[in-house]
């Protein structure tokens, strides 16, 4: 179960929620299901040397921009 963030059209709240593949989402603050799905960022490391380097382009973890990530270890 994924867990989305949304924008309420009718209100303008924003909030996020855990959402099953069978559910309709809804507003908590006015109940309203006109929604807009937003994209979300994935959390990094906030602390520690994990969190000085960029994050590489292949979606490893803090390194080189490329060039050096796990993904072409080898």
Request: hydrophobic share 30%; net charge negative; proline share 9%.
């Amino acid at each position: 179960m994924p867990i989305y963030s949304y924008g309420c059209r009718s209100c303008g709240a924003s909030f996020s929620t855990l959402v099953r593949s069978d559910e309709q989402p809804q507003c908590p603050e006015c109940a309203s299901v006109d929604l807009e799905r937003q994209l979300s960022l994935i959390a990094k490391p906030s602390s520690g040397a994990a969190a000085d380097g960029p994050l590489c382009s292949m979606g490893d973890t803090p390194g080189p921009a490329c060039g050096g990530c796990s993904a072409f270890a080898g």
